[in-house]
Structure formats: C-alpha cells, structure tokens
C-alpha cells in the first residue's frame, strides 16, 4: 500500500499546490480529502480492523468520485455547494448528486470505471459501511465456556486470515481507483506524473497479491466452514 500512498501524496501536493489559485477548489479538496480517508483504511486494516476500514474505504471513493465530477463540470460546483432547502429543488439536487448519477455519469466516460465504482461501493455496503445484520454478525460468534455457560464473542482485531487478505485488497483497490479518477480529472499531471501506468504497476502488484494467497483464503474457508 505504500506506493499506493505515494502516488496519492503527489496527487495531493499537486492539490495543495492548486488550491489557492482555482476559482472553485472544491474537487481539488475532495481528492485531498480522499486520500486522507485512504490512509485511515490502510491503517485500519493494517491493525486487524477489517471491518472499520470498509465505511473509511467507501468515504475515500465517493469523494474521489465527487472530486471526478466536479473538477469535469464546473457549473456544477456552484450547485454542489448550495443545497436546496426547498422540496422540488431539493430533489432535483439530489437527482444530480446521488451516486448512481455520478456512476452513471461516469459510464460516459468509462464504462468499466463506472462498474469498478459500484462494485467497490457494494462491497463496502456489504461489509458494514451502511448498517446490514451480515456485517453485524460476521465478526460474531456464539461459544460454549468452560463452565457450560454461553458466550458472545466478537472480534475487533482481526488475524491474518481471509478477512484481513479481502480487506488489504479491497483497500488497495480504492487507491488505485481514487488515483485513476484524479489522472482523469486532472490529465496534466497525468503527462507529468504518469499516473495511469502507476495504476497499472499497482494492478501487478494487486494480482499477484491475489495469486500468493489464493491457497490460505481457501484453506481458512474450509476451515471456517468446518468450524474450526
């Protein structure tokens, strides 16, 4: 993940460096904003939290996704930061703002950036970013003690298991979707940086990352499912 987050300090040393010269610094923001809630995830997950970084890692891609929109629609910025209080405008605002209108509106640009966008904020959703009973009870287990008694045990650190493996993807996965979105609304660092190849070196990496694990998932799988 650390080159991941060095990619995204340049993107936000460009941001830093932008800000204060933009007539409307919101994308730029949102992307600095991204990059931070990024590193809260890999922090979260590098310390046996799994199921904390999921909410983190679903903030870090809707802002990059915001961050997209605006920094490619500048009429939209002035909209954006006046929120209607009145009910029809209000959902107007809402129609033009909510997530399936910026994937979709990505689609235009990127199909397959589009479905990388909602297959990342699913699976946030599934593992607990949005309260669901199955991430509720997935760290949950119900045990005999010693004396017969029951015992609820929850975990909030979790071992270097199939969990931890799927969540260390899975955030590695929202630095390289954040940092392909930022070459995309910013394309003169892209010439300058060559982010889009850096994301390419990181899906390299990503999927040997898939293919050194992919026996340990599967034996803690059938170990899971053998109640051991």
Same mark, same amino acid.
């Given at each position: 993940?650390?080159?991941?987050?060095?990619?995204?300090?340049?993107?936000?040393?460009?941001?830093?460096?932008?800000?204060?010269?933009?007539?409307?610094?919101?994308?730029?923001?949102?992307?600095?904003?991204?990059?931070?809630?990024?590193?809260?995830?890999?922090?979260?997950?590098?310390?046996?939290?799994?199921?904390?970084?999921?909410?983190?890692?679903?903030?870090?891609?809707?802002?990059?996704?915001?961050?997209?929109?605006?920094?490619?629609?500048?009429?939209?910025?002035?909209?954006?930061?006046?929120?209607?209080?009145?009910?029809?405008?209000?959902?107007?605002?809402?129609?033009?703002?909510?997530?399936?209108?910026?994937?979709?509106?990505?689609?235009?640009?990127?199909?397959?950036?589009?479905?990388?966008?909602?297959?990342?904020?699913?699976?946030?959703?599934?593992?607990?970013?949005?309260?669901?009973?199955?991430?509720?009870?997935?760290?949950?287990?119900?045990?005999?003690?010693?004396?017969?008694?029951?015992?609820?045990?929850?975990?909030?650190?979790?071992?270097?298991?199939?969990?931890?493996?799927?969540?260390?993807?899975?955030?590695?996965?929202?630095?390289?979707?954040?940092?392909?979105?930022?070459? =995309?609304?910013?394309?003169?660092?892209?010439?300058?940086?060559?982010?889009?190849?850096?994301?390419? =070196?990181?899906?390299?990496?990503?999927?040997?990352?898939?293919?050194?694990?992919?026996?340990?998932?599967?034996?803690?799988?059938?170990?899971?499912?053998?109640?051991?």
């Amino acid at each position: 993940m650390s080159d991941i987050s060095a990619d995204l300090s340049k993107c936000s040393d460009y941001a830093i460096s932008s800000v204060l010269k933009a007539g409307d610094p919101s994308a730029l923001l949102l992307f600095m904003t991204a990059h931070n809630q990024f590193l809260a995830s890999a922090r979260l997950t590098l310390s046996g939290q799994c199921l904390a970084a999921y909410p983190t890692g679903r903030a870090a891609l809707e802002s990059a996704l915001y961050g997209w929109y605006l920094a490619g629609n500048p009429s939209a910025g002035p909209r954006w930061h006046d929120k209607p209080t009145d009910r029809t405008k209000l959902k107007a605002w809402n129609a033009e703002f909510k997530f399936s209108s910026l994937t979709s509106a990505l689609s235009n640009s990127s199909e397959d950036a589009a479905k990388w966008a909602k297959y990342l904020h699913q699976t946030a959703i599934d593992f607990g970013a949005h309260p669901n009973k199955e991430a509720l009870y997935s760290n949950m287990a119900h045990v005999r003690g010693d004396d017969g008694d029951s015992v609820l045990q929850m975990v909030f650190l979790h071992e270097w298991r199939s969990l931890s493996i799927s969540t260390t993807k899975y955030v590695i996965e929202i630095g390289m979707f954040s940092i392909s979105l930022f070459a =995309r609304a910013f394309p003169e660092v892209e010439r300058t940086h060559g982010l889009l190849g850096a994301a390419t =070196r990181h899906a390299c990496a990503l999927r040997e990352l898939v293919a050194t694990t992919a026996q340990f998932v599967e034996n803690d799988v059938s170990r899971a499912n053998a109640g051991q």
